[in-house]
């Protein structure tokens, strides 16, 4: 058009250009990754702060509604007394002559009310509960908009979470080369030829999750190369590619990641496992235990079904470590093997270890949280039927076309069953373990005494004396401020079954003795006197015979005059320490094989490695759990009648 500026096209594109160059220019902050953490955890004080107010305003709530019912009843309580009043003034005769000389021939009684001292007062308290309602108006709405305040502040700190867990999400596939790097070096170490090969990658998980489950994911990947995949001239001859092969795939399932590895070797020796379990003596020898039972001792410490040592297996150390770490990490690990197909193992993860959703129940007497992932569903059951369930022979309960062995969650954590009181049936979770050998799935419904809502929680470390507690995975601390500890159900019943095998193994063991034999006698060498006494206190509770040595000279005196069913030994000790008392111990024809349990505070690879060249059948460090102590002595002992 006639008079158009010959130059707005080309200003047009310089503008455009200079927009997309400042798009690029975008600044970003370098922010170190602990910092993030940081403020990722306070993100998650605050949310527990949160539940805490929201916690007081629904009690502020509660006693509004109560002070609604309270002036209620006062007012109902002020019509009855007027009515009252009136009765008596009528009754005593409140006549005009009355009336007269108080306000004279002035006014009609028609014209005037006429009031005694009691209606006045009566009147007075009227005004009072109208000021207390009108108060309790005023304060019910500033509570009401508090509460929209809190809705609003949870809204914004979930925002803030998320976008800081966003800028801690990294993809997985950061890690691939490493992996697949492990799977071949462990591969041309072993003389064989294996390949990994990787799936759904792009799927992102928590930096901290990563990192941390990068080296049991690469002792899974040696785990199959070196237990699973055959040689090449086998693999053929069974008409297998000589080329191994171990699927690792990665899948998002709502707020978990599932890494599923698998591999096309031999799958699981059921009997090399069987049998090192009974050696070790997990179980007793004639125990008739389930393959997918079996395949859960792998994850014991120091068990290993290899033939030889080596570098990459042999040394029993390595899936106990894996099944630690994704239980720290609030995960579950399943197995899975099919002979002569390969073995299966899936590793579920929190997608971030900061927040995640739980069912709160109590169960013997406590308040436990167990993750929703876990969770199948709510079902309740007739405390009539209770009894059919009850037993290793009962039958089990279907719901929704699955079948669940039925349990109580008190047998599991040492509480007692409440099973009396008015309610006509119990609340029953019911709960997927995880798929077994052969793709079993596993099922259990856990009968709870009470169930407490679903609730969004903040999950924290326990440290390493409640974190060996089997079956806890961490804890959280509710609105009310008491810690409530997180159950891993899982880890609960698999616990159980090795505690119940171990139990046999000792009943069986003292049953063959024919009661011929006394108490067994364990001998506890520990400079402290504090150490022996409550480790002497703890074994005379659970039936031994015990005695002490205050250093380790002691302790090889006495072991010239008796002979111990076995011996709990501590390092550091005066004169002579618990490495000299082992070696004395193992020289000695006569007491070479007694068990030894070394207890002490020194958890350096340096001092296991000795440890395990004198000898030493267990290695724990202070401070132990009770359990975990007679767990150990009760397999050292089994182990050493079955021998």
């Known amino acids: 058009a006639t008079g158009a500026d010959p130059f707005a096209e080309l200003r047009w594109q310089a503008d455009e250009a200079e927009s997309a160059a ?32 929201e916690a007081h305003s629904s009690t502020l709530q509660l006693q509004l509604a109560e002070m609604a019912q309270a002036i209620q009843r006062l007012r109902d309580q002020l019509r009855q007394l007027d009515i009252e009043t009136e009765a008596q003034i009528a009754a005593r005769g409140f006549t005009r002559a009355e009336g007269a000389d108080r306000y004279g021939s002035e006014f009609d009684p028609l014209e005037m009310d006429r009031y005694s001292r009691m209606q006045e007062l009566s009147r007075a308290l009227s005004e009072s509960v109208g000021d207390l309602s009108s108060l309790h108006a005023t304060m019910d709405q500033a509570m009401g908009e508090a509460e929209t ?32 790097r492990v799977v071949r070096q462990t591969a041309q170490e072993n003389g064989k030829q294996a390949e990994a090969v990787f799936s759904g990658i792009e799927a992102e998980l928590d930096r901290n999750v ?33 080329m191994g092969r171990v699927a690792v795939s990665l899948k998002r399932e709502g707020t978990r990641l599932l890494i599923e590895l698998r591999d096309d070797g031999r799958g699981l020796d059921f009997a090399a496992i069987r049998e ?17 039972d079996v395949a859960q001792f792998i994850f014991a410490p120091g068990f290993s079904t290899a033939r030889k040592l080596t570098q990459d297996a042999g040394r029993g150390i390595g899936m106990d470590v894996v099944a630690s770490e994704v239980k720290q990490l609030g995960g579950s690990l399943e197995i899975g093997s099919e002979t002569g197909r390969g073995a299966r193992f899936l590793v579920a993860l929190p997608l971030n270890l900061a927040i995640s959703q739980a069912l709160l129940v109590e169960a013997g007497g406590a308040e436990y949280a167990i993750p929703l992932p876990a969770i199948e569903g709510i079902a309740r059951l007739p405390r009539e039927q209770l009894p059919l369930y009850d037993g290793p022979q009962a039958p089990l309960l279907s719901y929704g076309g699955l079948e669940y062995r039925v349990r109580h969650l008190a047998d599991f954590v040492g509480g007692a069953r409440a099973v009396a009181g008015e309610q006509r049936s119990l609340p029953v979770v019911l709960v997927r373990l995880g798929e077994g050998l052969a793709g079993h799935e596993r099922r259990i419904a856990l009968i709870v005494d009470q169930l407490n809502g679903n609730r969004e929680i903040v999950s924290k470390a326990v440290g390493p004396v409640i974190g060996a507690v089997g079956g806890v995975s961490g804890a959280t601390i509710l609105a009310d401020g008491h810690v409530v500890l997180i159950l891993d159900i899982a880890a609960l019943v698999q616990d159980e079954v090795r505690r119940s095998l171990l139990e046999q193994a000792a009943h069986r063991s003292h049953a063959e003795a024919g009661g011929r034999e006394e108490r067994p006698l364990v001998l506890v060498v520990d400079d402290s006197i504090t150490m022996r006494r409550v480790a002497e206190r703890l074994l005379t509770k659970n039936g031994y015979r015990v005695s002490t040595a205050k250093d380790g000279l002691d302790a090889m005196a006495r072991l010239q005059t008796e002979i111990p069913a076995a011996i709990l030994l501590d390092i550091e000790m005066p004169r002579a320490d618990g490495f000299e008392v082992a070696a004395f111990v193992r020289n000695s024809e006569r007491i070479a094989e007694v068990p030894i349990i070394m207890i002490t505070s020194r958890s350096g690879d340096k001092h296991r490695e000795r440890a395990r060249s004198l000898g030493v059948n267990r290695y724990l460090i202070k401070p132990y759990q009770e359990d975990q102590l007679m767990s150990e002595v009760r397999e050292v002992l089994a182990s050493g009648a079955a021998a």
């Open 22 to 53: 400042s798009q690029a220019r975008r600044e970003t902050a370098r922010v170190a990754v602990e910092q993030l953490d940081s403020l990722l955890n306070d993100a998650g004080e605050i949310s527990v702060v949160r539940s805490r107010l």
């Open 149 to 180: 305040l809190l809705q609003q502040q949870a809204r914004i700190n979930t925002q803030v979470q998320n976008r800081l867990m966003g800028t801690l999400m990294v993809p997985f596939a950061r890690q691939v080369q490493r992996l697949q």
């Open 210 to 242: 990563l990192e941390r489950m990068t080296a049991p994911l690469e002792h899974l990947l040696r785990n199959s190369v070196v237990h699973g995949i055959e040689e090449p001239e086998v693999r053929t001859a069974l008409g297998k590619p000589a």
């Open 276 to 292: 090192q379990a009974i050696k070790r003596g997990l179980m007793p020898a004639d125990a008739e235990v389930a393959d997918a």
